[in-house]
């Protein structure tokens, strides 16, 4: 189960694309702040769909430009689409934060050290935070849906924030 297919495959449902209209599609609705996708992934899933049979392609060519092919979802594509969606509802995944590995290891270094790291970690969360705050504010943001997942990046970078804010008061206290 892949959370890039699922993206691709939800893409190709609106209408066949070649892979660098999907890549500027990703791009445009900024889905690499809120899923794990790079364009070589996107590149390498579309093969991997294609030869699985859950995508038809057609290479086409305009005029003196390069050939390219076009990928449009097809039936059995579909069926794997809402098997995806499913499979999400169902699982939602598990929340990995890669600053938990950095405070689970805080004790291991001194303490002017590690309150540094705690205001750098304070900072870049804050202005993460503030990033996503100003993507709500953009006018490119289309849909509810992108809204919606948009706000709930928003809602968690304000809880990181309190959070660490909190820890930061007890390492204080700690020692």
Not at 33 to 46: A, E, G, R, T
Not at 49 to 63: A, E, P
Not at 145 to 170: H, P, R
């Amino acid at each position: 189960m892949s959370t890039v297919d699922l993206m691709l495959l939800g893409v190709l449902t609106k209408k066949p694309m070649n892979a660098y209209e999907m890549k500027k599609e990703m791009e445009i609705r900024n889905i690499q702040y809120w899923i794990k996708i790079s364009s070589p992934s996107i590149y390498k899933n579309l093969v991997k769909l294609y030869k699985q049979g859950y995508i038809d392609g057609k290479t086409v060519r305009d005029g003196e430009m390069p050939e390219k092919t076009i990928y449009s979802i097809n039936e059995k594509g579909r069926e794997y689409f809402m098997q995806l969606m499913e499979h999400y509802a169902e699982v939602p995944g598990k929340l990995y934060m890669d600053f938990c590995a950095l405070i689970s290891n805080l004790s291991n270094v001194d303490k002017d050290v590690g309150l540094e790291m705690i205001e750098t970690l304070q900072d870049r969360l804050a202005f993460e935070r503030d990033m996503i705050d100003d993507n709500l504010k953009s006018k490119y943001i289309g849909s509810i849906y992108a809204t919606s997942v948009i706000t709930l990046y928003a809602q968690m970078y304000e809880v990181f924030c309190n959070w660490v804010e909190d820890f930061k008061k007890q390492y204080i206290e700690k020692k």
